[in-house]
């Protein structure tokens, strides 16, 4: 069995020769440059399709909020990028949930330099839309 996989190598082996024999010099180019082609096509493609891609954790974002949430994801050795000029974080998507979590665990992400609701306010405060519905429904009193 082994000897006549290795005869039918050797015909087809044989055969590619005659065939690459017979060619002329521009054929040959013309096969070098495919094959060549589609190495690199298949490269590209392996190469890109291995990347890791990013997604964006924050943006539009001041400076020094970006170095201290930059600072708190090294030291938890989550990979972080900041995007161009400084006003935006990106993390590998694999790695959002966590980052998001240990930034919770540390209250870096709750109050971004003094703007805007902190912590668990942002939850509990509703519009008067939501509370007047609530009441319609009689869910919650409003508040």
């Known amino acids: 069995m082994a000897e006549e996989a290795a005869s039918n190598f050797r015909d087809v082996l044989s055969r590619f020769r005659s065939f690459f024999k017979s060619l002329t010099l521009a054929k040959k180019v013309v096969l070098f440059s495919a094959v060549a082609v589609?190495?690199?096509?298949?490269?590209?493609s392996m190469y890109v399709a291995s990347r890791d891609s990013w997604t964006p954790l924050f943006s539009g974002i001041s400076n020094e909020d970006?170095?201290?949430i930059k600072a708190k994801l090294n030291e938890n050795q989550i990979p972080v990028l900041v995007g161009p000029g400084g006003g935006s974080i990106f993390v590998p998507t694999g790695w959002v949930d966590k980052a998001r979590l240990t930034l919770a665990q540390e209250r870096v992400s709750t109050c971004l330099s003094g703007r805007?609701?902190?912590?668990r306010q942002s939850f509990s405060s509703r519009s008067r839309a939501e509370s007047a519905w609530r009441a319609s429904r009689g869910a919650w009193s409003t508040s």
């Open 38 to 44: 589609v190495l690199v096509g298949m490269a590209s």
């Open 116 to 119: 805007g609701p902190s912590g």
């Open 66 to 68: 970006a170095a201290r």
